[in-house]
């Protein structure tokens, strides 16, 4: 990778697209390619066509897909993305990432996409103010929102004590005790930022052994305002007068009842990808995944790539989701082209166009 720095000329050249275009020429022209999601699948999507000179229009939503700028805007310390020895926090990160992809040409668009028309040409997008928007290429990088427990009380007691964000809501929580739910890397980051705030954590686990990597599971095993309660299933989540005041647990290996006390429960079981655009249009896994034909991002619909956690339910890292981000730019800007075989099987061929990057 020779990512040489730009000069401040280099900045001005290619920086303010976005402030210059109106609406009425966004929804005029037929757009090269359009990328949904701003998380780091779509941000480096669009680093990397915007680099190709495809003037990409990146539309970053904000309330269905969960908020703009992705999960990782919801996490603290990100200790493993290359790059950073000393750690960057999630929010930095994705704002470098944004301003990074400004910096060479892409526009920008704050809202849902409420509508897709995937399987017309050129694929048409509507948004939430009624725009609009028509593309060449279409790159979903859409993400995945937080997965619920789907327990009686949840809804009720949404943003009354249950919320499935530690580092929105963790500050309301000073010395009380809180409940995380899950045995994953979240649950584990989530109970161990908690732990600023309340005085206790208890981590509930439906298993005897967490998933969490090692490393996580020692922070917060270590950490003595975590307890943790294995084999164990919240059943209902109970409340008076809108606020938690506890649960009601089920041991997975006896199925004996208790009830714990608690002020807030947060949920780190997972995500659900955000198909809901797409649906019976592209191909899905049996987990809702999108389909993509490996290794390319191509879905079954020509000029429309998938990319992120949307389409990955092994790795969903930050980083993976970003290297899938450059292949659906550089398997667009070849669709573009006109290369062959990039909607169906995986191209081999190199690049359509020379590079000074990785
Ligand atoms: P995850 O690894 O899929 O873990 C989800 C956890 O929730 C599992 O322990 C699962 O139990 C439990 N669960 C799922 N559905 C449940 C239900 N209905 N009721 C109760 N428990 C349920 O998800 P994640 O922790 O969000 O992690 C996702 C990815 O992001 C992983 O690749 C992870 O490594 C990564 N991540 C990394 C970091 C970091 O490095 N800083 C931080 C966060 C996440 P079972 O174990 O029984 O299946």
Redesign the pocket.
């Known amino acids: 990778m020779t990512d040489l720095p730009l000069s401040a000329a280099d900045v001005a050249d290619t920086g303010s697209a976005s402030a210059t275009m109106t609406d009425d020429e966004l929804t005029a022209r037929v757009h090269d390619v359009v990328i949904i999601g701003s998380g780091p699948a779509g941000l480096t999507a669009a680093v990397y066509a915007a680099r190709a000179s495809l003037e990409p229009l990146l539309i970053e939503g904000v309330v269905e897909g969960g908020p703009t700028g992705g999960q990782l805007t919801l996490t603290t310390d ?3 993305f290359p790059g950073f020895p000393a750690g960057i926090m999630g929010p930095e990160l994705i704002q470098n990432m944004r301003q990074q992809a400004e910096r060479f040409g892409t526009r920008f668009i704050t809202e849902d996409v409420t509508l897709a028309e995937v399987t017309t040409t050129p694929v048409t997008l509507q948004t939430a103010s009624g725009k609009t928007i028509r593309a060449r290429s279409l790159i979903i990088a859409t993400g995945a929102k937080p ?1 619920r ?1 789907e327990v009686p009380g949840e809804d009720e007691l949404w943003g009354g004590g249950v919320s499935a964000c530690a580092t929105c809501d963790g500050f309301f929580f000073r010395d009380k005790h809180v409940i995380v ?7 584990m ?1 989530e109970a161990t930022f908690l732990t600023k705030f309340a005085s206790k954590v208890t981590v509930i ?3 005897s052994e967490l ?1 969490a ?1 090692v490393i996580m599971q020692e922070r917060a095993f270590k950490n003595d305002r975590i307890e943790f309660l294995f084999d164990a ?1 919240v059943t209902e989540i109970h409340g008076r007068d809108g606020l938690m005041t506890g649960v009601s647990v089920r041991d997975t290996a006896t199925g004996a009842m208790s009830e714990v006390e608690a002020d807030g429960l947060f949920l ?4 659900i990808p955000n198909t809901w655009l797409f649906e019976d249009v592209l191909d899905t896994d049996d987990e809702g995944y999108l389909v993509v034909d490996e290794p390319s991002t191509a879905t079954n619909v020509p000029g429309v790539f998938a990319c992120g956690d949307v389409m990955d339910h092994t ?3 930050a980083i993976t989701a970003a290297g899938t981000g450059c292949r659906a730019a550089m398997d667009a800007e070849r669709y573009l082209a006109g290369a062959e075989g990039v909607t169906a099987a995986a191209p081999d061929a190199e690049p359509a166009t020379a590079s000074t990057d990785a």
Do not use: P
Not at 181 to 187: E, H, I, N, R, T
Not at 268 to 271: F, Q, W, Y
């Open positions: 990100v200790e493993n997965r427990l739910v899950g045995g994953g890397d979240s649950a980051e686990h439906r298993r998933r990597s299933e780190a079981i997972g995500h790795y969903r890292q």
